[in-house]
């Protein structure tokens, strides 16, 4: 039943009860007085029924809200990733073995270095290749162990 239709069912019965009582019939005022409990007893629920659904939209809503910030975090995530990634370069520095190189017009006081092509495209590591000291023509990836033959006087 809607809420207007149950409004309309009190009123009626408050009017039926008031009628009752003017008359001053006992089995008028008995049924009346029944038929207000009832009614009020509908309208109880009604409102009840109207309280959870809107608790369940409050709680859709918090939701829908956690989603969406989550989301745009993911979104400033892939933005500061899309940013870091567009200062490098992708370079065959290492005789077949590719990896990042960081461009001259972003170095912006950096060192020149090389990254591992292999982290920062798939673990967002920007993982910067370091020589092996005992091995002066080796080169290796702490992050993911990879080993590169070096041919450091490689350019562009």
Same mark, same amino acid.
Request: glycine share 4%; proline share 1%; charged share 25%.
């Given at each position: 039943?809607? &809420?207007m239709?149950?409004f309309?069912? =009190?009123?009626q ?5 008031k009628?009752a +009582?003017?008359?001053l019939? #006992?089995?008028? =005022?008995? $049924?009346? %007085? !029944?038929?207000?409990?009832v009614?009020? %007893?509908?309208?109880? $629920?009604?409102?009840i $029924?109207?309280?959870?659904?809107? &608790?369940?939209?409050?709680e859709?809503e918090?939701?829908? &809200?956690?989603?969406k !910030?989550?989301?745009?975090?993911? +979104?400033?995530?892939?933005? %500061? ?9 992708? =370079?065959? /520095? *290492?005789?077949?073995? *590719?990896?990042?190189?960081?461009? #001259?017009?972003? /170095? ?6 090389? =990254?591992?092509?292999? @982290?920062?495209? !798939?673990?967002? +590591?920007?993982s +910067?290749?370091q020589?092996?000291?005992a091995?002066?023509?080796d $080169?290796?990836?702490? %992050? @993911?162990?990879?080993?590169f033959?070096? !041919?450091w *006087?490689?350019?562009?």
């Amino acid at each position: 039943m809607d &809420l207007m239709g149950l409004f309309t069912g =009190v009123t009626q019965g408050i009017s039926a009860y008031k009628t009752a +009582v003017e008359t001053l019939d #006992e089995a008028k =005022v008995a $049924a009346a %007085t !029944n038929e207000l409990q009832v009614q009020l %007893t509908h309208l109880g $629920a009604e409102v009840i $029924a109207m309280q959870k659904e809107s &608790l369940q939209a409050a709680e859709r809503e918090r939701a829908t &809200l956690r989603a969406k !910030n989550e989301l745009e975090d993911r +979104v400033r995530e892939l933005e %500061t990733r899309i940013s870091e990634r567009a200062r490098y370069e992708l =370079v065959d /520095a *290492f005789m077949g073995a *590719f990896v990042y190189r960081l461009k #001259e017009a972003s /170095a912006d006081g950096e060192p020149m270095h090389y =990254v591992c092509q292999t @982290c920062l495209d !798939n673990k967002a +590591v920007k993982s +910067v290749i370091q020589r092996h000291a005992a091995a002066g023509s080796d $080169a290796y990836c702490p %992050t @993911c162990k990879t080993t590169f033959h070096l !041919n450091w *006087f490689r350019q562009k």
